[in-house]
């Protein structure tokens, strides 16, 4: 259903070798427009290769990769600053959907991630393909202006998530499968936690020498750091390398090594998108930070490990918005697994808008008791919304009120039943929606946290599921 077609990669550098400080990563790489639209490219940058000479440069067996994915890419590296050849991708994500495909490409230094989703097919399975790409870069002193992709495909091939194991873990670490040890200093993080927001821990080996807090970002009073949001993630890289560097001080003075564990808790999982290009998605900067500081604060002999107890994924809650109805009620979709059994509530603030506005054409005002009548259908119909129940029996219920008031106005009765049929639909449509998506992002996330040190070979950083229930009260 969901695979990930391919990886480009450019030649490996040095991972810990040119790391940028955490602020100023927000002042590379071009900005690019957001999903959806893929038209201008930068006037700073010279003109990419034509779409033809792209083609030309993929390799045998990738070229029978659709032309949509193909597009796609090479739109993405229309918009890249040029540099990318030379120093890699800055870490970035992009999500469109082409012909009722979604495709969601994840940059990062030589490496680029394509994820596709047939909307309108319905498949099972999830298979990971791996593409290196390499520059061709001619002899020293005869650079190509732009030189050629070479692009290759491997199977790193996982054929697992059929779409009923949407949503389960996938084996990433739980606090449930790791070794008590961990456990406990997990326990012990947690229990400090404070107003349900982010916290982190120094152990040193057994003991819990430093924690950290960070509340919840008032985002209605816009705590925000060059007009964005700020990730709790961001925050509190800063406050613990400050503190790294005081402790190596330390350790060195007292000439003894010790083994030193960093627990960080978050509420979500680490982005891997944020609202600009430019800004390094938290995912990419835990990667950073785990490269740079086991460089830097080699005495410590540090790991890290990363909690969270919701998975944040890419797709934004609209991006389903231009999906026709017909996709989605079609047999043959990636949303027929989830339309028959899908038990729902309704909105009822929409149900009564609508009823209002349709109620101001004059046809409907010279009708007896109607505000004596509405009243009544409105007040059975409210509480049939608190209820979650499947499409048909929302359905048949609503009509049932709203015939058994107005039998005696056949005019009226339509209309009602009308919006009452629209309206259930359209929210039928609206949750079908948010579980693809839902579903979606948390695999997307499951795969990027569970295959981090094989996608970007970090064995000092891994992530852990800590459920809510676990959680101290
Ligand atoms: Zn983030």
């Given at each position: 259903m969901v695979k990930v077609l391919g990886e480009l990669s450019l030649p490996q550098q040095?991972?810990?070798?040119n790391q940028q400080q955490l602020n100023r990563?927000?002042?590379?790489g071009p900005e690019v427009a957001e999903e959806g639209e893929m038209s201008s490219s930068s006037c700073t940058n010279p003109p990419f290769m034509s779409l033809q000479s792209f083609y030309g440069t993929l390799s045998e067996n990738l070229r029978n990769i659709p032309d949509v994915h193909k597009k796609f890419l090479y739109k993405c590296f229309c918009k890249l600053d040029r540099r990318f050849y030379i120093t890699g991708f800055s870490p970035h994500t992009k999500v469109t959907i082409i012909n009722n495909i979604l495709l969601a490409a994840v940059f990062y230094k030589q490496k680029c991630f394509l994820f596709d989703l047939e909307l309108d097919r319905r498949s099972a399975d999830l298979s990971l393909t791996l593409i290196i790409c390499t520059p061709n870069i001619q002899e020293e002193g005869q650079r190509q202006e732009d030189p050629s992709f070479t692009l290759q495909r491997m199977n790193v091939a996982e054929n697992m998530v059929?779409?009923?194991?949407?949503?389960?873990?996938?084996?990433?670490?739980?606090l449930d499968n790791i070794d008590d040890n961990k456990r406990e200093k997990w326990q012990l993080l947690l229990e400090k936690r404070k107003n349900r927001g982010a916290t982190a821990g120094v152990f040193k080996d057994d003991t819990l020498i430093q924690v950290f807090h960070k509340e919840k970002p008032d985002y209605k009073t816009k705590q925000i750091l060059n007009d964005l949001a700020v990730h709790y993630e961001e925050l509190l890289l800063i406050e613990i390398q400050q503190y790294l560097v005081m402790l190596t001080q330390e350790e060195k003075n007292e000439g003894q090594e010790s083994r030193m564990e960093i627990l960080i808790y978050i509420?979500?999982?680490?982005?891997?998108?944020?609202?600009?290009?430019?800004i390094t998605p938290c995912f990419f900067l835990l990667i950073q930070k785990a490269n740079q500081w086991k460089e830097q604060f080699k005495f410590l002999n540090f790991a890290i490990c990363v909690g969270f107890t919701e998975y944040w994924g890419p797709?934004?809650?609209?991006?389903?918005?231009?999906?026709s109805d017909s996709v989605i009620l079609?047999?043959?979709?990636?949303?027929w697994p989830y339309i028959g059994s899908i038990c729902f509530k309704l909105n009822w603030n929409k149900f009564k808008n609508k009823i209002s506005k349709m109620l101001?054409?004059?046809?409907?005002?010279?009708?007896?008791n109607l505000d004596k009548n509405l009243r009544t259908c409105n007040e059975k119909l409210r509480n049939l919304t608190q209820s979650e129940f499947e499409f048909r029996q929302h359905l048949n219920d609503g009509n049932k009120i709203i015939s058994s008031i107005f039998?005696?106005?056949?005019h009226i009765c339509k209309a009602l039943c009308n919006v009452w049929e629209e309206e259930v639909n359209n929210q039928r449509l609206e949750i079908i929606k948010d579980k693809v998506i839902k579903d979606f992002n948390n695999m997307f996330a499951n795969i990027f946290l569970r295959q981090q040190n094989l996608f970007f070979?970090?064995?000092n950083l891994e992530f852990c599921i800590i459920p809510n229930q676990q959680q101290p009260k």
């Open positions: 040095d991972p810990g070798g990563s927000r002042e590379q059929p779409h009923n194991c949407f949503g389960s873990d996938y084996q990433l670490l739980s509420p979500s999982s680490p982005c891997i998108k944020r609202e600009k290009d430019n797709l934004s809650p609209n991006v389903l918005n231009n999906v079609s047999t043959n979709s990636v949303f101001k054409e004059k046809k409907f005002q010279k009708i007896q039998s005696e106005n056949d070979r970090n064995d």
